[in-house]
């Protein structure tokens, strides 16, 4: 018997599959060690045959296996096969998503902790005798033993000394009992909120459960109540013998998600993020391959939880950018959720409170069920948006970063001691100009995306076609020479905020802050606790907080994601408000959202202030239909870097040369196809090139496989070569 082998080997562009003989004992999914070379390496079996192309000399005896199970669940040996097509991965590629770095490279290992017990020996009168002879130490320690209780044997090692417990064990009066301990991540967990589901919530319950398989869209408004639908679906599947994943975007920002899991669920649940230490992250992995726990909840990586026969998979606030690796291993969650749902025959759960464009669209389509909870679970009104223009600001003298209403309202928060919180939006290093008396800013003239602001050659450059366009010094609208760089910072508003409020507790909650996952937790936890506080931050902050005293939500800038180069800059910024609105008024108390902006009159803004998405969507899917871009297009970005310039080019020009032929022969249904340097020429000492292809999605898959194809046959060594689909950093 042959066994076919993944080896896990870092430096290596080709995709290979190696031939083992197989031992006679050999598992399917096993992680072993192999012969390579000279040395010996780990890998996976993926599958056995019958016989090699190589002949009998060649080939090397599969080695030991290093688990007590195989690691690979036989879904993963499916899902390998899939994500290969979908994706374009290498097996080694996908077998880095599916088992842990801990695990892979031996950085983890299983902690073993030994404890001492007392032996039924213990009440041999003789044996005491004799150790009291000469011990007063062994004495103390029998003493100091109760039968049936288990203790640290690295605690009897300090208080009685490793030799006396060494002796009363050769004595056969104590025995070692060693275990495996596991590291639990800690979870600040809270009483379990018993809760009746409301009449809408129920209908969604049921109507999943109902159905069971296939795709469904819980479009819910914040504070409907979304996570208590999640909670009785899980507790349903598992009171079926299931299992089930729960997806949240950058789970380290929200640990209220996991504590009112675990206030429910308890044990049940096991914890895939970053933010472990090694040691916990192997774990809590262990202990979902092996049953122990039931519950994956995690960012997107735990789509790849070891979880066997799964209820139900939840992809929750399904919008967020964060559900796409667009570095490498590429991947879509939403994808890889489909297909595990597919092979468990079970519902996959998308939700929002502002679902993306495609996601809604497919809605639309048919393809996915759409279920809807359109009120708060509390009956409260959606918080009211008051939008401020900051133009008619600086015509009246206010040059400053917060509006009259702003501060008013700020005011009023202080003085009754409640809550608000700033939103910085902020995007990348990016920005664009605009003009501060009319609001203009700079567009490309091809692909109507706002230009980006390049500093180091003083230039506005499109990231969809690279059209160049000299820097503004005066508005081509109105004429002003008040053009400013349309960005801001946190500590900025921070510091002007003290300086107005000397005596309010003022937070600051962005990447600079939450480095470590403990100054996170404090941080929320101040403001959790202090009244009156205003708490300022960038995008973590829209990210599902509940907190009750939140009354006033402040905007600052919102217009910085709207002219962000992307198509779907106007879709991002509608999320965003959406998001950050819906963290006031969650509770008794009513809230209040003002939101600043240069460009009042953008639909966007209209759509969010009345809180209606359905009419932002039909306008904006109308725009994409008509301007071709996703869902009704497909972008598809090679991108090409090397370190050496003229290896980069001349890989580019292989690799567009192939394309171009192709594009030639099937021109209708390409809407843009060119080679360039990328926006950003260079990052990291390496040179960076691009091929840009648009196309209609008549044709799908065949021209994204071509362009795969192309990429892979490729030979080029000295540049590494990424293709990324409807990418959305074009930098
Ligand atoms: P969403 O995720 O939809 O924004 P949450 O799940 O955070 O909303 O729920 C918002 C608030 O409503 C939470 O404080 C939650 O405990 C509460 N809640 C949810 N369902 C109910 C219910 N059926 N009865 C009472 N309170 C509820
Ligand atoms: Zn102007
Ligand atoms: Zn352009």
């Excluded at 789970?251 to 040691?279: C, M, W, Y």
């Excluded at 008396?437 to 109507?448: F, R, S």
């Excluded at 065949?702 to 950093?729: A, G, M, Q, R």
Aim: glycine share 6%; hydrophobic share 35%.
């Amino acid at each position: 018997m042959i066994a076919e082998v993944i080896v896990d080997i870092t430096n290596d562009q080709v995709d290979k599959v190696f031939d083992y003989i197989a031992r006679p004992d050999t598992i399917v999914g096993e992680r072993v060690t192999v012969p390579f070379g000279k040395r010996f390496i780990e890998g996976y079996v993926l599958r056995h045959k019958e016989k090699s192309q190589l002949p009998d000399n060649l080939l090397k005896p599969l080695g030991q296996p290093k688990d007590d199970y195989p690691v690979l669940l036989p879904e993963f040996l499916a899902l390998n096969e899939e994500m290969r097509e979908l994706f374009h991965l290498r097996n080694v590629d996908c077998m880095r998503l599916f088992i842990p770095t801990q695990l892979r490279s031996g950085k983890a290992k299983p902690l073993y902790v030994n404890f001492i017990e007392l032996t039924e020996k213990f009440d041999d009168r003789e044996l005491l005798e004799n150790t009291r002879k000469n011990a007063t130490k062994q004495i103390d320690l029998i003493k100091t033993l109760r039968p049936d209780n288990l203790y640290a044997r690295t605690d009897l090692n300090k208080r009685f000394g490793s030799a006396n417990v060494n002796k009363l064990l050769d004595l056969g009066v104590i025995r070692q009992v060693t275990t495996t301990k596991l590291r639990a991540p800690k979870v600040n967990a809270k009483q379990d909120k018993k809760v009746t589901l409301t009449a809408e919530q129920e209908k969604v319950v049921n109507a999943i459960l109902a159905k069971r398989e296939g795709e469904h869209l819980l479009f819910g408004v914040t504070g409907s109540g979304k996570t208590e639908v999640y909670m009785h679906i899980i507790s349903k599947v598992l009171g079926e013998g299931k299992t089930a994943i729960l997806l949240v975007p950058e789970i380290s920002l929200t640990p209220q998600v996991l504590s009112t899991f675990t206030a429910r669920f308890g044990d049940n649940v096991a914890i895939l993020h970053s933010g472990l230490s090694d040691g916990e992250r192997f774990d809590e992995w262990q202990r979902l391959r092996t049953g122990q726990a039931k519950i994956a909840i995690g960012a997107r990586s735990a789509i790849f939880a070891p979880l066997t026969n799964l209820g139900a998979i939840i992809l929750d606030e399904e919008h967020d950018p964060s559900y796409k690796a667009e570095s490498n291993p590429r991947f879509i969650t939403h994808d890889v959720a489909r297909l595990r749902g597919k092979f468990n025959k079970c519902p996959v759960i998308f939700g929002s409170a502002t679902p993306s464009l495609e996601s809604f669209h497919r809605a639309k389509q048919g393809k996915t069920e759409l279920h809807l909870l359109p009120n708060r679970a509390n009956a409260k009104p959606m918080p009211n948006i008051e939008i401020v223009n900051m133009c008619d600001e600086v015509r009246m003298g206010n040059s400053g970063i917060f509006s009259g209403r702003l501060l008013d309202e700020l005011e009023n928060v202080v003085r009754e001691k409640n809550q608000a919180m700033l939103f910085i939006n902020r995007r990348g290093f990016s920005s664009y100009m605009i003009c501060r008396e009319c609001g203009y800013v700079a567009k490309c003239e091809d692909c109507d995306v706002s230009l980006v602001y390049h500093k180091e050659d003083n230039q506005l450059k499109c990231h969809y076609c690279n059209r160049r366009y000299k820097a503004l010094t005066n508005c081509p609208s109105c004429g002003s020479s008040y053009i400013r760089m349309g960005a801001m910072g946190t500590q900025k508003v921070v510091e002007e905020l003290q300086e107005r409020f000397p005596n309010v507790k003022i937070l600051r909650m962005d990447f600079d802050t939450t480095k470590n996952k403990n100054s996170l937790n404090e941080l929320l936890e101040t403001f959790g606790n202090t009244k009156p506080c205003i708490l300022v931050g960038t995008q973590m902050i829209a990210k599902g907080h509940d907190f009750p005293s939140v009354t006033l939500v402040g905007i600052m800038n919102a217009d910085m994601s709207l002219h962000f180069s992307d198509f779907r800059s106007t879709e991002r910024t509608y999320q965003l408000i959406t998001q950050v609105a819906g963290r006031a008024g969650r509770a008794e108390k009513e809230g209040k959202v003002i939101l600043q902006t240069y460009t009042p009159k953008h639909y966007a803004y209209r759509f969010a202030s009345n809180y209606d998405y359905l009419g932002f969507y039909g306008k904006e899917i109308n725009l994409r239909e008509v301007a071709n871009f996703p869902p009704f297009s497909k972008i598809v970005r090679v991108l090409i870097t090397a370190e050496n310039k003229d290896e980069a080019r001349a890989t580019t020009s292989r690799i567009y040369s192939k394309i171009q032929d192709y594009f030639k022969q099937n021109r209708e249904q390409f809407l843009y196809c060119e080679a360039m340097a990328s926006p950003v020429s260079r990052i990291e000492k390496k040179y960076r090139f691009q091929i840009l292809c648009r196309f209609l999605l008549d044709t799908e898959p065949e021209i994204t496989n071509f362009i795969y194809k192309t990429v892979t046959e490729d030979k080029h060594p000295k540049s590494l070569v990424f293709v990324e689909i409807n990418p959305s950093n074009m930098s």
